[in-house]
């Protein structure tokens, strides 16, 4: 009984298999099999639009076409007794149009041309295989520039010519055949295959390469792709929209001069190496830049440019650059890089940058000046987020230290950075601070929420040497959309030295004591006022940014030393801009910039037989001379990172010693040029002026640092 059940069970089992397998098949036949249905249609001046609704009943599916190619209100005729669907279509419109099968759809588009192959020759010189000829319109006979002619199998390629001839020049052992495609935008593609002898070897010379969608081409539409990628390569992009090959390795002097030649955009390679730049169709592996590295469609692993890495699809793994990274797809890994990191798609990971991270949805973590996103599931840490489902947050408060705060707090209640200011407004107990901070909010309701936060601040009660951390619990009470109340308790740590001349008493300390940073830790309070809005949603028509105009400016600056001796600093500078598209641009600056100092004398006595020393600090002036990178957000603000040089005009210090009988010598002291970096914030309008602020570092000029206001002008030159 129970092997009778069993073997009554595998029947239906089967049964059940086959009559689902019989409905598969027979839905796919269907739907291969539309355009072989047979139909009958007779119409005498009858509208198109009625014919085909009547031919798509009788059929069981429906046309898609577009309205102004095919006019519905155009009047046809036509008698056909059970014909099959493409001969009727065919009799209608007479080889003008194709048609396409999908989804129960049959899909009319015009006919492309079709291209031809005439008097090709094909000549053998010791492997080295010439092949040439010539390109016409099938139509007309006319001769077509700039069409691509390929061979597959050995990755070579070439353009034709204005009068339509090409050459194309290989090695090969003795292929069995070769084949010659010819392909152009709006043309159909043809091929020619010529017969070789044949010859036995263990060596399988199979065709690496596949057919996919491509992207776009968008690389080659973006500033940076303009500027680096040549127009005939491009050209063959549009030729050749939907090939790609396998290679191990490809080397590049620059997009152009590869291994793989004018064919490198369609090869994806494992290792890539660009001794100035390259350009590829993606990387499977390692891919070094020497400057620039550009791929048309993924990266994965590892990339890594001197100055920028531009990627049109999605990058898996690590990207490195000097400058700059931008990914049009999704980031699924890591970039880092000296000033901006981009991706127009998610961020799964983490953007590292000195100076600005732009994802359009985050899901990982920015750390940079300033971090933007269109959305963010994230963490962004830095001196400003521009988070578009996040809030702005402008704070006035008081605590028992700095009588008047004022802080800016960016990001989303999961978290945010704040960016903080504070002065004690006092005649006895002057300070000033500045720092950052972060926070998360615990939401009890839209309106009622705690902050969590941590601040560290540099203090200044004599000079900018006093470390200043807290930890706050803030109750915040919502007032109105965007006003806030805010009052919790804080837990100060304060490092000093007790600087002179001491604003602060609580900070001084005695003489002998300098050098130990003494540390008070207290328990006080803080409140205040908030007012809080949200980033306005970024315009669409912001998004896409090809601009690639040229600029010349001029900018005059002010403002003061970061520490003593050095207390106003004043400049001018000349620079000259490019626009590279993606809300970015390129800068050079040449500038001249004058740092007045105290006159500090520093005397050195006890020396034998009355002689002494002195130190005298100069006004110090030098030649700046600076390359950088601009981030815009929308179309006015901008930020930017530069590195470059200073050239010391004198010496920053005089050194006279005397001796004992009253003779003396001067000399100039320290160095007289320097590395520098520079970071700014600005605002641009729409009549050429712009201002902003900056911090300057001479980097080996202990004390010459300046914050700055910055006054331009700028003229566009094309």
């Known amino acids: 009984m129970n092997f009778t059940l069993l073997r009554s069970s595998k029947k239906v089992r089967l049964l059940f298999t086959f009559i689902l397998l019989s409905l598969v098949i027979s839905n796919r036949v269907q739907a291969q099999y539309l355009l072989s249905k047979p139909v009958s249609i007779n119409a005498n001046h009858e509208k198109l639009a009625v014919v085909l609704n009547e031919i798509s009943k009788q059929g069981g599916f429906y046309f898609s076409y577009n309205g102004e190619i095919l006019r519905k209100d155009s009047l046809v005729t036509i008698n056909a007794n059970n014909k099959l669907v493409i001969e009727v279509l065919r009799l209608l419109f007479n080889q003008k149009y194709e048609y396409a099968e999908q989804n129960g ?88 295959t010529f017969l070789q002898t044949i010859s036995v070897s263990q060596r399988n010379r199979l065709a690496d390469y596949y057919s996919a969608a491509d992207k776009g081409n968008r690389v080659e539409r973006t500033g940076l792709g303009r500027l680096f990628i040549s127009t005939r390569q491009m050209i063959q992009s549009l030729n050749i929209p939907d090939f790609f090959a396998h290679r191990p390795f490809q080397v590049s002097l620059t997009p152009g001069l590869s291994s793989h030649g004018m064919f490198s955009p369609q090869v994806v390679n494992k290792f890539s190496v660009n001794l100035v730049g390259g350009y590829t169709a993606g990387v499977n592996g390692l891919e070094v830049g020497g400057l620039f590295n550009i791929n048309k469609r993924d990266s994965r692993y590892l990339q890594m ?21 931008q990914v049009l797809d999704t980031v699924k890994g890591v970039q880092v890089a000296g000033f901006i990191n981009r991706s127009e798609g998610p961020v799964y990971g983490l953007q590292l940058t ?12 920015q750390i940079g000046l300033v971090n933007s996103a269109d959305t963010s599931e994230g963490i962004s840490i830095g001196l400003l987020n521009i988070i578009r489902n996040g809030f702005y947050k ?15 707090k960016t990001g989303t209640h999961a978290f945010y950075s704040t960016l903080l200011t504070g002065v004690n407004i006092s005649g006895n107990n002057k300070m000033y601070s500045f720092g950052l901070g972060v926070g998360h909010d615990f939401m009890f309701s839209p309106s009622v929420y705690l902050s969590a936060e941590a601040d560290y601040q540099f203090a200044n009660t004599g000079a900018w040497d006093d470390r200043w951390a807290q930890g706050k619990l803030l109750l915040n009470m919502q007032l109105s959309k965007h006003v806030s109340l805010f009052a919790g308790p804080t837990y100060n740590k304060y490092s000093y030295t007790g600087s002179q001349p001491g604003y ?39 998004k896409t940014d090809n601009s690639r105009f040229w600029y010349l400016g001029t900018a005059f600056t002010g403002g003061i030393g970061w520490d003593r001796p050095y207390k106003n600093v004043y400049g001018t500078e000349l620079f000259l801009q490019r626009d590279l598209g993606s809300h970015s641009a390129g800068t050079f600056t040449v500038g001249y910039t004058y740092h007045s100092a105290d006159h500090i004398e520093t005397f050195y006595s006890g020396i034998p037989n009355g ?40 010496y920053p210090a005089l050194h006279r010693a005397t001796s004992g009988d009253g003779n003396f010598t001067e000399e100039g002291t320290g160095i007289k040029k320097s590395a520098l970096y520079a970071i700014s914030m600005g605002y641009r309008f729409n009549n050429g002026l712009e201002t902003g602020i900056k911090f300057e570092d001479y980097v080996r000029f202990a004390g010459i640092k300046q914050f700055g206001l910055r006054l331009g002008y700028r003229l566009k030159l094309n």
């Open 504 to 542: 602060q008493t609580r900070f001084r300390v005695p003489l002998e004591y300098y050098g130990r940073n003494p540390v008070k830790r207290w328990i006080s309070w803080e409140a205040g006022i908030a007012f809080n809005s949200t980033f306005s949603k970024q315009e669409e028509k912001t």
């Open 611 to 650: 002689a002494s020393d002195q130190i005298f600090i100069n006004d110090f002036k030098a030649i700046p001379v600076k390359a950088g990178i601009r981030s815009y957000s929308g179309k006015h603000w901008f930020f930017g990172g530069e590195l470059g040089m200073a050239f010391g005009i004198g």
């Open 394 to 408: 402008v704070s006035l408060s008081a605590n028992t230290l700095t009588n008047t705060n004022i802080s800016l």
């Open 305 to 325: 440019a001197g100055i920028f890495n531009l990627v049109g699809g999605t990058l898996n793994g690590l990207q490195l650059a000097g400058v700059n990274n």
């Open 105 to 192: 759809y049959i899909i009319i588009t015009p006919a492309l041309p079709r291209l031809s192959l005439i008097n090709t020759d094909m000549t053998n010189d010791d492997n080295t295989y010439s092949v040439s000829g010539f390109v016409v319109d099938e139509r007309n006979g006319e001769r077509l520039m700039n069409a691509s002619v390929y061979e597959k199998q050995q990755l070579v390629s070439a353009l034709t010519d204005e009068h339509g001839y090409f050459r194309l020049k290989f090695r090969a052992g003795n292929p069995q055949t070769i084949s010659i495609t010819a392909s152009k935008r709006s043309y159909k593609d043809t091929s020619i």
């Open 354 to 365: 000195t100076l600005r991270n732009d994802a359009h949805k985050l899901k990982g973590v």
